[in-house]
């Protein structure tokens, strides 16, 4: 099995920005502003309007070869991507075993929904759907009545790692590829050490961090210079 680890960079010839790049999205927002929970309860307007930008152009973006390639490799190998992404490029290229753990622009859930135990299950509200347009100001769950909002996690919220099933695949893995990610978001980045006895490890980064490096074979440089080369020496290996 091979598992894919992905951040902002694997999106970014898609004409996706990454965030800390330069030019990247928390140069541009206030990330306090536009994607804490305080911000929702301070001006729900502007954390709206910022999630609406990326609604607009991620449904306009086109997945490219590292996406593309992905979806080849799956073709060939038990392959699960887990993303901090929250575009759907790698759907749109064809990936079927996709775990956003940082949820989906393109999915709208209740203010109330929260990451809590069952126990406490009266203090939420499960509403979650499909979107083909943005929130708006005012658009409310038909289901309790409070506001809802986009289906992505913010900064300050819990992130669902899928522990249960990173603990059944973990001995299952042969090659762990992390692409395009700072891993400077925990608790995403602590894949890296979860993973960190598997038998080999690429990560592909054109300006990676390179004290995440140890164990790692440095493919340095973009997503889709690399990744459909990786793919093709794997498929062939595999064959
Ligand atoms: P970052 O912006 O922190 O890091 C992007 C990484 O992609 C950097 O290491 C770049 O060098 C690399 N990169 C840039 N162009 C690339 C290319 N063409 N091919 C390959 N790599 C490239 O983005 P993330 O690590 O994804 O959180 O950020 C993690 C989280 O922080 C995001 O999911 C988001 C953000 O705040 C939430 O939305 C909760
Ligand atoms: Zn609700």
Not at 16 to 22: Q, S
């Amino acid at each position: 099995m091979i598992v894919i680890f992905s951040g902002a960079g694997l999106s970014a010839e898609s004409g996706i920005p990454t965030y800390r790049d330069t030019g990247g999205v928390w140069e541009k927002y206030n990330m306090e502003e536009v994607a804490t929970p305080l911000a929702w309860m301070q001006n729900r307007k502007l954390v709206l309007d910022f999630h609406a930008e990326d609604f607009e152009y991620m449904q306009k973006c086109q997945p490219n070869a590292a996406h593309l390639a992905i979806a080849e490799l799956a073709n060939h190998v038990d392959v699960v991507c887990i993303t901090q992404n929250i575009d759907t490029l790698l759907e749109k290229a064809g990936v079927k075993d996709i775990w956003h753990i940082h949820g989906r622009i393109d999915y709208q859930k209740c203010e109330w929904h929260f990451d809590i135990p069952p126990m406490y299950s009266d203090w939420q509200c499960d509403y979650k759907s499909l979107i083909n347009e943005p929130v708006k100001l005012g658009d409310l769950c038909p289901k309790c009545g409070k506001h809802l909002r986009p289906d992505v996690v913010w900064f300050g919220e819990a992130v669902d790692m899928h522990v249960d099933d990173l603990y059944r695949i973990q001995n299952q893995v042969d090659v762990f590829i992390v692409v395009g990610t700072s891993a400077q978001v925990y608790p995403a980045a602590n894949l890296l050490k979860f993973f960190q006895n598997v038998p080999r490890k690429y990560f592909i980064d054109p300006d990676p961090n390179t004290e995440l490096l140890d164990g790692f074979t440095l493919l340095k440089g973009k997503a889709t210079k690399y990744l459909p080369a990786l793919v093709e020496s794997l498929k062939e290996e595999l064959a």
